[in-house]
């Protein structure tokens, strides 16, 4: 037997563990700190109540011999399907197809389970700082030397160039707006030119909009196929655990366009063949609980926490901008980019942060090279702990 060595490829990730590792080691040298995670890259508000009323009653039909469900359909329940289609794609103008949207435990499993389908040899353009999923699971394809990293800098608002002509084609390219973790939105004129090359290039792009539900500005896009021409070129993959906090729960999906076709085949045949033959289901008690956010009352309640966790992040912005640090982010989006002051880097950074406020960060060059010289700090918490993190950053670092 002999094992895939791709894996010995993948570079350790340290990041979080290093992060809770340094926050207990803080913690057992200054006992009385009151510590305060601004680094949380998890909801924290409980699920709400209309989800959780339909979840009890698909309990209740589980357990009668009438309405027992077994195994669900691999792409998703019609009853559940039919709703996004009509509340995320029909009722925002956008022409999609029932069979087009294949319901899945989450967009993690997705974005990685969708290189199945290409060819090893295609080339795959990547940005910095990067979600590490996306790299990781093309390093386990066997995808190592075709990956072309994409800097993203305070310079062009934290969005990849768009390939010259003469550089190498990008085959498939991730991009993932609003973004984690920059906080980064693409309005519809640059994802247009993505969408113009990929088209002119015949390249696909993977869309990852799991945060499109924090988006609130009209010019920018929450889904890829607002863009003119995105069918032909565009996957899109979405997700319920920001939306309306089934990080828990595990729920999300995937759309393919029947309008995709390569090498004289549709992906959207290819996706279907991969997740029947290696994927079972969500299950039905979950489906029931997705289902219930499409209705008024349900897109209430989850704008009800959508907006208390943005006005965390504006309240970050505000208060580390007005502690003069240069920040980016904290609008249509749960996460600040905050820039560090020159003379430290990220990790220096995270540690006085620690040491000075006992505010606690992720450090950027976590997510990446590029990402050297930030600092993530997110909107999940309490709004009374992040007030409080925001008074100590204004006390140790305000002029
Ligand atoms: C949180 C997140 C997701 C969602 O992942 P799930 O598996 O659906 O929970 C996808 N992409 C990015 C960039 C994320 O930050």
Redesign the pocket.
């Known amino acids: 037997m002999k094992i895939n060595k791709n894996f010995l490829d993948l570079e350790a990730s340290y990041l979080f563990s290093t992060v809770n590792k340094k926050t207990r080691e803080f913690i057992a040298s200054h006992p009385s700190a009151d510590v305060i995670k601004l680094s949380i890259?998890d909801v924290t508000k409980p699920i709400c109540p209309v989800v959780i009323d339909a979840m009890h009653k698909a309990v209740d039909e589980m357990a009668d011999a009438k309405t027992f469900r077994g195994y669900p359909p691999e792409q998703g329940y019609d009853f559940v399907r039919e709703k996004i289609l009509e509340w995320d794609y029909t009722k925002r103008g956008i022409d999609m197809k029932l069979d087009e949207i294949f319901l899945s435990?989450?967009?993690?499993?997705?974005?990685g389970n969708i290189g199945d389908i290409f060819a090893t040899d295609n080339t795959v353009a990547i940005c910095d700082p990067v979600?590490p999923?996306y790299i990781d699971t093309n390093i386990m394809n066997g995808r190592k030397n075709n990956i072309i990293i994409m800097p993203c800098s305070a310079e062009t608002g934290f969005l990849p160039e768009i390939p010259s002509d003469d550089a190498p084609v990008a085959d498939i390219i991730y991009l993932?707006f609003p973004?984690?973790p920059t906080g980064a939105v693409a309005p519809k004129s640059y994802l247009k030119k993505w969408v113009d090359y990929a088209n002119a290039h015949h390249s696909v792009i993977l869309f990852?909009s799991?945060?499109e539900a924090f988006v609130t500005e009209p010019d920018v896009p929450k889904s890829i196929y607002e863009i003119e021409g995105a069918k032909t070129c565009a996957i899109e993959?979405r997700?319920?655990?920001?939306t309306a906090g089934?990080?828990g729960l595990?729920?999300?999906y995937t759309v393919v366009p029947h309008e995709l076709v390569f090498d004289g085949t549709e992906l959207n045949a290819l996706w279907m063949r991969r997740q029947s033959t290696k994927f079972n289901g969500v299950s039905y008690i979950t489906q029931c609980g997705a289902a219930a956010i499409y209705s008024e009352e349900g897109q209430k309640q989850i704008q009800e926490n959508l907006s208390f966790y943005r006005e965390n992040a504006r309240l970050i912005f505000e208060g580390v901008t007005a502690a003069g640090f240069k920040a980016f982010g904290g609008k249509n989006s749960p996460y600040v980019w905050l820039q560090i002051p020159e003379g430290y880097t990220s990790w220096s950074f995270f540690d006085e942060l620690l040491e000075k406020c006992q505010v606690v960060g992720t450090p950027g060059s976590g997510f990446g090279q590029k990402g050297e010289g930030y600092l993530r700090l997110t909107g999940f918490g309490s709004r009374e702990r992040t007030i409080e993190a925001i008074e100590r950053i204004k006390a140790s670092f305000g002029r």
């Open positions: 890259g435990d989450g967009a993690k499993s997705d974005c979600y999923v993932c973004n984690n990852d799991a945060y993959l997700s319920f655990s920001k089934f990080t595990r729920c999300g």
